[in-house]
C-alpha cells in the first residue's frame, strides 16, 4: 500500500470493504514539533475479528482508540472504518442521574428511531442478555464495579454498532469479577459478531480473549509484534496453553520496557 | 478455523498489516453451546452480584417524622425564652412585646383579611419573579458555560452582580418604573439571575469530564447534549443556584415592598411591615418579621429540601 496522508476517511473510498478497520501510516503528535506519541501504525481488522493490543504506560493505546472513536484526528495517515465504532472506557461513565435501564435507553434515544415503549423493552432485552435484568431499576451507585461495566456494555450494544473499542475496561475490577466479564464478553462477541479492538495492560488478559495480539511499544508508540492465537476449545486467563503464549509476550514486552532505561 | 491445537502462536510481522496469515473466523460455537454457557455464566452472575450488592436499608417512618418536626423544637425554646423575658418586663411592650401580644396583632390582621392577602400576594410575586428569573438565568448560563469567550467577558460582570444587594436597585428601578410592579420585578430579577447564573455555572464547571466524553461516544449532540449530558450532570450546582436565586427573590421582593410603597401596589408582607413601623406598631413590625422568616422556612422545607435530598440520594451521594 501506498503512503497516504490526509483527513480521516469515515467512509471506504471504494464500495467494496474488505476490512471492518484499516489504520495506514497513522501517526499523530498532539503539538507540532512535539513528541510523537503514535509512530508510523498500520493494521487490519477484519469483521468479526477480535485484536487484544498490549503495551506499556505511554504507549499510545488510548490515543489510538479516541482516534478510531472519532474523538480525535491522527496528524498523519488515514483511517477507515466500515461503520462509526463504540467505545467502553475503563471506568462505566453511567450517568448517575439516570438508572441502569434509563442509561440504556438513553444509548437508544440518541440512536433514534424507537418509540418509548420500543426503548424500554430493548433496554430490558440488553439488561438481560448481560444478566442484569434484575437491575432495571437500580442506579449506578447501588451497583457493584462489575454490574456497572456490564452496564455499560449493554449500553455500548444498544448503539448497535459493529465495532467495539474498549480501553482497559476490566483494569479497575477485581480478578473474580474480571474472570467473568472475560467469559460474558466472549459470549457476547460469540453471539453478536461484533469487531472487538480491546487494549488492556494486561497480558493474559489480551491473550484469553483476544484471536490475535497485537505488542506496542512506548514513546513513540508502534506496532512492534503481533501473535496470531491459536488455542482451541474454551480459554481460560489459566489455561496452560494461554500461560505459554503470554510468557513469551511478556518477555518481548520486557525488552521493550528494559530499552527505556538507558 | 484455527487448524491445530500446536502451536499455540503464530507469530507474525512487525505491524499489523494483514499478510495473508491463516482465516480469522469467530470460534466454531454452536447457538446450543453459546446459550448452555449463557446458563451457567449467569448463574455465576447472579451469585457474585447477590454478595457484591446488599440491600438499602429503608429508614423506618417515624425517623423521618422525627427528623421533620425536630426544628419545632428550637423553635419552641426560643418562645420560651421570650416569653420568660416578657414576663421580667425587662423592656417595655413597645420595644419588646410579648409573644401573645404578637400573635394578637396578626390575628388582628388575618380577621380583617389582609393578612392572608398579603402573604398570598408576596409569595405570587416572589414566586413569578423566580419563574422569570430561571427562564432569563437559564440561556444566560447556559451560553456562558458553554462558549469560553463568553465566560471571560461576561463572567466578572455576573460574579460583580451577584455581589451588589439589589435593594441598591430599588431607587433607580422607581424612577425608570415609578411605583409599579415592574419596580418590584425589576428589583426581585436583578437579585435572582445573577445567583442563578452562577449556580449553573459553577454546577457545569464541577461535570467529570468522562460524562462529558461518554456523551460524545453514544452521539449526544446539539440541543441533545444539553438536555440529556449537561444539564442533568449540572443539575446538583444548578439547584444550589435555584435555592440561592429564591433566597435572593424572596428578600430582594421584601426590600422592594418596603420601600416602594403605594395603594396602586396592593397588599404584601413587605408593605404590612411598613405599616406597624409608620403606627409604631412594634407587635405588628415583629409578626411581620416572623411571617417573612415562616414563608422563607416553609419553602425551603416543602419545595427544595425534598428536590435536593431526592437528587443526593438518587445519584449515591447522601444515604
Known amino acids: 500500500m501506498t503512503v497516504t496522508t490526509g483527513p480521516v476517511a469515515d467512509s471506504p473510498a471504494e464500495g467494496r470493504q474488505e476490512y471492518a478497520v484499516t489504520i495506514d501510516h497513522v501517526s499523530k503528535r498532539y503539538v507540532q514539533d512535539g513528541p510523537i506519541v503514535l509512530e508510523d501504525l498500520c493494521l487490519d481488522v477484519r469483521p468479526g475479528e477480535f485484536v487484544s493490543i498490549v503495551g506499556a504506560s505511554g504507549c499510545g493505546k488510548s490515543t489510538l482508540l479516541n482516534i478510531l472513536a472519532g ?6 495517515g488515514t483511517i477507515a472504518t466500515s461503520d462509526r ?14 438508572t441502569a435501564g434509563r442509561n440504556v435507553e438513553l444509548a437508544l434515544y440518541l440512536r433514534g428511531g424507537m418509540t418509548r415503549a420500543q426503548r424500554k423493552a430493548r433496554a430490558q432485552e440488553l439488561l438481560a442478555m448481560v444478566n442484569l435484568d434484575r437491575s432495571y431499576n437500580q442506579r ?37 469479577t474480571r474472570d467473568l466479564l472475560h467469559d460474558e464478553l466472549t459470549l457476547i462477541w460469540e453471539e453478536t459478531g461484533l469487531t472487538v479492538l480491546f487494549v488492556t495492560h494486561n497480558v493474559r488478559e489480551a491473550v484469553r480473549l483476544g484471536q490475535r495480539v497485537l505488542l506496542m511499544s512506548s514513546r513513540p508508540g508502534r506496532f512492534i509484534r503481533q501473535w496470531d492465537v491459536r488455542i482451541d476449545g474454551t480459554r481460560r486467563i489459566d489455561s496452560p496453553a494461554v500461560a505459554d503464549l503470554a510468557s513469551q509476550i511478556t518477555d518481548d514486552l520486557r525488552e521493550e520496557i528494559r530499552r527505556h532505561a538507558k | 478455523m484455527p487448524s491445530s491445537s500446536l502451536p499455540t502462536s503464530n507469530e507474525l510481522d512487525a505491524t499489523g498489516r494483514d499478510l495473508g496469515q491463516p482465516e480469522v473466523t469467530q470460534p466454531d460455537v454452536t447457538p446450543a453451546e453459546i446459550a ?14 447477590a454478595l457484591e450488592t446488599t440491600d438499602v436499608m429503608r429508614r423506618p417512618i417515624t425517623a423521618g417524622v422525627v427528623r421533620a418536626l425536630s426544628p419545632l423544637l428550637a423553635i419552641a425554646v426560643v418562645v420560651l425564652i421570650w416569653q420568660f423575658l416578657t414576663w421580667l418586663r425587662w423592656q417595655p411592650e413597645w420595644i419588646l412585646p410579648s409573644p401573645q401580644g404578637v400573635w394578637n396583632a396578626l390575628w388582628g390582621q388575618y380577621e380583617q383579611g389582609l393578612l392572608v392577602e398579603s402573604v398570598i ?3 405570587r410575586r416572589a414566586a413569578q419573579g423566580f419563574v422569570i428569573s430561571i427562564i432569563v438565568a437559564t440561556p444566560i448560563g447556559l451560553a456562558l458555560g458553554l462558549v469560553k469567550p463568553l465566560r471571560a467577558i461576561f463572567g466578572p460582570i455576573l460574579v460583580g452582580l451577584q455581589q451588589l444587594p439589589s435593594v441598591a436597585w430599588v431607587p433607580a ?4 418604573f415609578g411605583l409599579s410592579d415592574a419596580t418590584i420585578y425589576a428589583v426581585v430579577l436583578l437579585g435572582a439571575i445573577p445567583s442563578i447564573t452562577n449556580g449553573l455555572l459553577a454546577g457545569m464547571d464541577q461535570i467529570p469530564p468522562i460524562y462529558l466524553r461518554a456523551g460524545d461516544v453514544l452521539g449526544a449532540r446539539g440541543l441533545n447534549r444539553i438536555t440529556r449530558i449537561v444539564l442533568p450532570a449540572a443539575w446538583p450546582g444548578y439547584l444550589a443556584g435555584l435555592e440561592q436565586g429564591w433566597a435572593f427573590a424572596w428578600r430582594s421582593l421584601m426590600a422592594a415592598e418596603l420601600i416602594a410603597v403605594s395603594p396602586a401596589l396592593g397588599l404584601g408582607i413587605g408593605q404590612m411591615l411598613d405599616i406597624g413601623r409608620q403606627l409604631g406598631d412594634m407587635a405588628l ?10 414563608v422563607g422556612v416553609l419553602v425551603e422545607r416543602v419545595v427544595f429540601n425534598p428536590i435536593r435530598t431526592r437528587t443526593l440520594r438518587n445519584r449515591g451521594l447522601m444515604r
Do not use: C, Y
Request: hydrophobic letters at 50%.
Open chain 2, 173 to 176: 428601578a422607581i424612577i425608570w
Open chain 2, 285 to 294: 413590625v415583629i409578626g411581620s418579621i416572623l411571617v417573612i422568616l415562616f
Open chain 1, 85 to 98: 465504532p463504540t467505545l467502553i472506557f475503563q471506568e462505566p461513565a453511567l450517568m448517575p442521574w439516570l
Open chain 1, 140 to 176: 449506578p451507585h447501588e451497583l457493584s464495579g462489575g454490574m456497572r461495566q456490564r452496564v455499560a456494555i449493554a449500553r455500548a450494544l444498544a448503539q448497535g454498532r459493529s465495532i467495539l473499542l474498549m480501553d482497559e475496561p476490566f483494569a479497575a475490577l477485581d480478578a473474580i
Open chain 1, 71 to 76: 474523538l480525535d484526528k491522527p496528524t498523519t
Open chain 2, 36 to 49: 448452555q454457557q449463557g446458563r451457567r455464566l449467569s448463574e455465576l452472575n447472579a451469585g457474585l452480584d
Open chain 2, 121 to 123: 400576594n408576596s409569595i
